[in-house]
């Protein structure tokens, strides 16, 4: 008697997941190869730079830009990018995403502190 079950579609051979696929990073969008952070070193990383009060962490590099960023800059480009694809998603489920439905143009919610 067989000690595993080689029955159905997902135990068809040969395996098709290992295939030696050349990497397409375009794939994914046009920035995405190019999107990378470097950790910051020495005084700028130890001391607060100008107005700000917080050290510099890290540098983002996107599309050959570089932007030097400091802990809350960066909390602040997370949640913005997560409310960005929460937003999409819901508009997508809303069936928003259409050019002549959804908010006007240059809408935005700003949000006071």
Known sequence: MAKYN???PGNQLPIKHNQKKPFNPKKYGKLWGS???TLMKGSKAKNPQGE???PIICTLNIGGKKFELTHSETNRLIEECVDAQNTYKKALRMGMLDLNSGT???YSMKLSY
């Open 6 to 8: 080689r029955t159905g």
């Open 35 to 37: 999107i990378s952070t």
């Open 52 to 54: 700000a009060n917080q």
């Open 104 to 106: 006007p143009d240059g």
